[in-house]
């Protein structure tokens, strides 16, 4: 009997380990939460149930069947507040990949080490908010969109009274629908893509749209809700700051061109207490680096069509892959678990999954060709605007930085300014970092701008998956 | 008004029994629900920052509420750089707020 370890509890993960059980694998399945659903279906603990939470989400009842088959399934084994923080990849004599897991509470002194050697896994990471910085974006009480959405879900708290949601992208709807459910004002949201990127984004081939129509309801359902809500929904309008001291009190927004410049005169003052921000979705790659796994030129993992990565043995599914939200999610993790488990795509128990996937993988190329970040968004900044915020470099040193060196690389550009080397590990500015070092290089060269980091470096390659204490590694991180 | 949980009885969701717990943040005592983690806990309490930041002590406290910033960490019950997005907050935790000095160059 093969044995698939899954990482990652999220939609991908939980379709993942449904499969690999089908096929009669035994299955361990790994969250560093403590609840089942990843950020997609976070919800309230056990200690606090509600009749009627269904009401907060899209797929409940798909994800409550999930979790009830594999919870109560001996041959799956799920282990919560689990977190990786290492994997190792397979050797040249072909040894086995081996996962290092810490388990215990979040941050926790006396967690216990463990380490898995298991025949496959799938990876299923999923992704967090990528924020743009702003003047002011440090001041408490501006959030990311995911953060408003996880504490409207998760808890059953609103971050403000009065909010304004902004950003890129079809998230920033949910997340003010979510508000809207728990009594907070939502000012307004604001997409900084215009309506003419939006039609050439979403619109080409529309009958494959057609094909995803559970999704377009899905859509439809939130555009519905805003109306229901009265939250005004403006197009090609951006928050470019915030104001306040020790917290926000307004924000500033404004008209954008098709590349995000803001449109001087178009400004306007909006006095809020919270806003929450997200312009897209970074995918967390650490695992699939560390493991050796081949990188697409826009950053995704690559996979076949049996979700194997370019190492033997693993496999990856969901948000890793492309942004394709959680139908092409669910999709990708059935064929990945069924595959790690020694099945094949061809098979006919995945036929559906296959055509599902098929049928949303087109999402991710519209989502970005209508919301992706456009470059006009850096004219937004002061030479104050931090743009690392554990390191707290600020804009004009990062530039003046990689001006006066010529900007040789991202390892120089954050050994010089620090940025990126904080506690978060770059997870926060390690994109933004680059692209502003790439430009700064621009500057001073005739090397055109979009092609990859000048020293092949990237910011999400962390050996050390997340911060861990220095006795956790002392004491029995590696228990063998 | 700021950050807050929201009334049981104005809630679509018809939430049910919660049972209240009790944490104190720098010696002044909060309440919240079994199950909240300790920032929100914290948030509900309508105080949005419990950090300054090394350098130019700003104030800091949820931002990615979901374990990647690290832009929350406390101490917890003597436990330093604890995510107090991802902790779950438990009856009578002693939850410090972090401001870590940056060592004097040269010292």
Redesign the interface.
Known sequence: MSDVLVVGAGPAGLAAARAARDRGASVTLLDAADELGGQYWRHLPPSRPAAEERRLHHGWATFTALRETLESDPGCAIVTGAQVWAIEAPDAEGGPLAVHVLVGPPDGTDRAGRTYRPGSVVLATGAHDRTLPFPGWDLPGVFTAGAAQAFAKGERVAVGERVVVAGAGPFLLPVAASLATTGARVLGVFEASRALGLLRGWLPRPWRLARAAKKGGELAGYAWGHVRNRIPYSLGHAVIAAHGTEHVEAVTVARVDADWRPIPGSERRIAADAVCVSHGFTPRLELPIAAGCAITPDRFVVVDSAQRTSVAGVFAAGEITSIGGVDAALAEGRLAGHCAAGGSPRDPEVRGAVRRRATFADFSVRIEAAHGIRPGWTSWLDDDTLVCRCEEVPYGRLRATAETTCASGIRSAKLTTRAGLGICQARICGRTVEELIDRAAGATSDAPSGRPPLDGATTDRRPIAVPIRLGELAEGALPD | ??????RGS???????G??PLEISLDGTRIGG?????I??VV??SGR??WRR????G??????????????C?VTVNG?R???A????AGDGDVVESQYDELPEAGA
């Open positions: 008004m700021t950050a807050r949980i929201v104005a809630d679509p969701i018809r939430p049910g919660a049972e629900l079994r199950g909240q983690t920032a929100g948030l509900a949005l920052a930041t090394s350098s130019d700003r104030p800091r406290g949820l931002f990615c509420g979901i374990g990647v910033c690290y832009d960490i436990e750089d604890v995510r997005c991802q902790r779950r």
